[in-house]
């Protein structure tokens, strides 16, 4: 049997209690572990049994949501009936033969219950971070100032360490061709590549001052410093760059603002969460 199908055998006990079924199943999750299912608001109104395993209310609603199945509709109401019960029927053989629910697959099936609460989670702060048209303006004329009216191409050397850079730039200063240095000195670099053409908003600060300063041929007599290490810059090219109107790259820029928003309200709970790791 594939992974998936047994990680679907095991999906629905994530939301029920182990012992309604099997008094061998082992010890139930500690209600303070990372796994620990969630309390269900009306989770006492069941709507089927197989074997013993309740399906309630609440599952079947978020079925229905997940399908886009309207529960009103008594044709619609049966196919998301019919899902969960097949749920129930195949989870109920598991428990029933262990060979097909052994202790890995039950971790794996745990870890995407997991990924699935927090990716819940995350769509539900997202909601909260849905910008208003003068945000998305401001954002739009805010990428414009910084890309300018130009594009580069560009390639660059890119080392870890401030030493082999500076030898690299050196060895440019002294008149070996760019793309010698690049060979010569590669396999010591993090990256030996061309960029292509790039807009000034794609890189960093640094990367983007020093790419202002050069002409078409010439390549950074010094290293560049950025978050990401130390850059050997060449300047193959630029052209003129005439942006997007803003309808046209409207929702790319609301979809960067929700996650950096999002991803800014996750950095701030893990910040103040205790977080204590276990050396093993």
């Excluded at 109401?77 to 060979?99: H, M």
């Excluded at 890995?104 to 219950?113: F, G, H, K, S, Y």
């Excluded at 050397?157 to 240095?181: I, K, M, N, Q, W």
């Excluded at 983007?208 to 002409?215: D, F, N, V, Y």
């Amino acid at each position: 049997m594939n992974k998936i199908a047994r990680l679907i055998l095991l999906a629905l006990p994530l939301t029920v209690p182990l012992a309604a079924c099997n008094r061998d199943a082992g010890p139930r999750a500690d209600a303070s572990t990372v796994t620990a299912p969630l309390p269900l608001a009306d989770a006492d109104k069941v709507v089927a049994r197989v074997d013993g395993l309740a399906i309630t209310q609440p599952l079947l609603e978020a079925l229905a949501r997940g399908r886009g199945l309207d529960l009103a509709d008594p044709a619609q109401r049966t196919r998301a009936l019919d899902e969960l019960v097949e749920y129930a029927v195949l989870v109920a053989a598991a428990r029933r033969d262990e060979s097909v629910a052994d202790a890995a697959a039950r971790a794996d099936v745990e870890l995407n219950a997991l990924a699935g609460r927090a990716n819940v989670v995350m769509g539900r702060l997202g909601a909260r971070h849905e910008p208003d048209e003068a945000d998305l303006r401001a954002e739009y004329d805010q990428q414009m100032q910084v890309n300018g009216d130009r594009e580069y191409q560009v390639a660059h050397l890119l080392f870890a360490e401030e030493g082999p850079a500076l030898s690299a730039a050196g060895a440019v200063l002294t008149g070996t061709p760019f793309e010698d240095v690049r060979t010569q000195f590669g396999s010591q670099a993090r990256q030996a590549v061309d960029l292509g053409w790039i807009k000034l908003g794609q890189v960093p600060e640094e990367f983007a001052a020093a790419l202002r300063e050069m002409e078409p041929g010439q390549t950074t007599p010094v290293p560049v410093q950025t978050p990401y290490g130390w850059h050997v810059i060449h300047l193959m090219d630029r052209r003129p760059f005439s942006p997007p109107p803003f309808e046209q790259v409207r929702e790319g820029i609301r979809r960067m603002l929700v996650s950096r928003d999002t991803r800014a309200e996750v950095d701030a709970l893990k910040a103040r969460a205790r977080i204590d790791i276990s050396v093993p």
